[in-house]
């Protein structure tokens, strides 16, 4: 059985949404004529605001989840995270 991951769920999920309004802008720029104005447009704008933001606590969560596997990986093999040296600030 395939398993699924949500991260290549979410990517596909994102080309589509992408795919969509490029399909919409490029079809209703047909018809109307001319390129979209800004106030024509800003329907997909919307749309695409809206898809994005619905993914974004997936998103968040597999960032979530993969910062704590790295400060578990840490912890496992004894080192601490790596700092930027800063003696040079006052150059």
């Known amino acids: 059985m395939i398993k699924h991951h949500a ?7 994102k080309i589509i949404i992408v795919g969509f309004i ?3 802008y490029m079809y209703q720029s047909k018809v109307a004529g001319h390129p979209l104005t800004a106030d ?11 898809g994005f933001l619905i993914l974004c ?22 080192q601490k995270p790596k700092e930027e040296d800063n003696d040079n600030e006052d150059a």
């Open 7 to 13: 991260k290549s769920i979410s990517n596909i999920l």
């Open 22 to 24: 490029f399909f919409n």
């Open 40 to 50: 024509e447009g800003k329907c997909l704008l919307y749309i695409a605001i809206c």
């Open 57 to 78: 606590p997936i998103d968040a969560s597999i960032f979530i989840k993969n910062l704590k596997s790295i400060k578990n990986i840490n912890a496992k093999s004894g």
